[in-house]
């Protein structure tokens, strides 16, 4: 029973709309984590929650908003999708020791 | 600045041979080190991490990963790799405010 669900899995959007991918874990940790991967590039961390109500903005936050209503809910936000965000974004929660615990992925690409 | 860095994009064993997968890092501070697998069209899930002690760390799956302060390493290594492990591996490190840095990843080809 995966603890780490996001959706929608797949994503089709138009250059200038905005789109919003969720994410939602059962395991009851503080952190959740926004990356995404690309080839060639590894894993890029876009933003992070420490908990409810908490947004960081990590390494390459710029054209993503993020917001954490709960400790269970953690959303990535693209005002004005372009292009370049074609890409897939990976979820994740940390607990204690820090171990990530990863959803399997949103695939957004933006034409 | 914080960097990881794996040489090899891609690597290619056949079954049953040993692996070492290569990861350097860069870290002013202590360095907490993890490696994660990606299998195909999934999340990475973790292998094993380092923290402090011994510098030999055992994780799932028989895989091994030895931290060298001196050599600014953390290689993954098997014994005996199978078919099954034939994935994308993730050298990763934790830096400031508990967010954690993936090096790009090497891709392990297992033939048969």
């Known amino acids: 029973e995966a603890a780490v669900t996001q959706s929608p899995r797949n994503k089709v959007a138009v250059t200038g709309g905005k789109v919003t991918l969720s994410c939602n874990q059962t395991?009851?940790?503080?952190?959740m984590y926004w990356y995404r991967q690309d080839t060639g590039h590894g894993l890029r961390l876009i933003h992070y929650?420490?908990?409810?109500?908490?947004?960081e903005k990590g390494d390459i936050p710029d054209g993503y908003k993020a917001s954490r209503p709960s400790q269970e809910n953690f959303s990535l936000i693209l005002e004005l999708a372009t292009p370049s965000q074609t890409s897939v974004y990976f979820c994740?929660?940390?607990?204690?020791?820090?171990?990530?615990?990863f959803g399997e992925g949103s695939r957004l690409i933006v034409v | 600045a914080q960097s990881v860095t794996q040489p090899d994009a891609r690597v290619t064993v056949s079954e049953g041979a040993s692996l070492q997968l290569r990861c350097k890092y860069s870290y002013s501070a202590t360095p907490y080190l993890f490696w994660y697998v990606q299998y195909p069209r999934q999340g990475l899930q973790l292998l094993l991490k380092?923290?402090?002690?011994?510098?030999v760390v055992q994780g799932v799956n028989s895989f091994e990963a030895e931290f060298s302060k001196s050599n600014s390493s953390f290689h993954l290594q098997k014994a005996s790799v199978h078919w099954s492990d034939s994935a994308v591996y993730f050298c990763a490190l934790i830096y400031s405010n508990n967010r954690i840095f993936f090096g790009d990843g090497t891709q392990l080809v297992v033939k048969p």
């Open positions: 380092y923290y402090s002690g011994d510098p």
């Open positions: 929650s420490y908990g409810a109500g908490s947004t």
């Open positions: 994740a929660s940390g607990d204690a020791g820090n171990t990530l615990y």
């Open positions: 395991n009851n940790h503080n952190n």
